[in-house]
């Protein structure tokens, strides 16, 4: 049996997978107010995004503490099959499995802020 088509990296194939935020999700601490999903349903092409990368293996720490998770940027580049596809506009402080530049697909459910700098 095939394996059902899907774009976003995974725990297990990437090392990394992106965090799915639901508006009003009270487990989920966000240093950034969550926008609404009227605008991360719009995000398009040229858009500068914030999105949440978690860690299968925390390779950091911040005050002694392993860090699991970072919040980063992407550049909207295009629409892919059922997903936005944006190259990562910061340096990972917090693991070697991506680095500036690196392209990757995602959902406007994973977008949790907007560049104002656009």
Same mark, same amino acid.
């Given at each position: 049996m095939a394996t059902p088509f899907y774009p976003y990296p995974t725990l297990e194939?990437?090392?990394?997978?992106?965090?799915?935020?639901?508006?009003? %999700?009270?487990?989920?601490?966000? &240093?950034? /107010?969550?926008?609404? %999903?009227?605008e991360r349903f719009? &995000?398009? /092409?040229?858009?500068?995004v914030k999105l949440i990368?978690?860690?299968?293996?925390?390779e950091g720490t911040?005050?002694?503490?392993?860090?699991g998770a970072e919040h980063m940027w992407v550049e909207i580049t295009d629409y892919g099959d059922g997903c936005l596809i944006g190259q990562l506009d910061n340096s990972?402080?917090?693991?070697?499995?991506?680095?500036?530049d690196d392209v990757l697909s995602f959902h406007?459910?994973?977008i949790i802020a907007f560049s104002m700098d656009k």
């Open positions: 194939k990437d090392g990394y997978e992106l965090a799915v935020v639901e508006q009003g %999700d009270s487990r989920r601490v966000i &240093a950034a /107010p969550l926008v609404s %999903d009227e719009a &995000a398009k /092409p040229g858009d500068i990368f978690e860690y299968r293996e925390a911040m005050n002694g503490e392993a860090v990972p402080q917090f693991t070697t499995l991506l680095k500036s406007p459910k994973h």
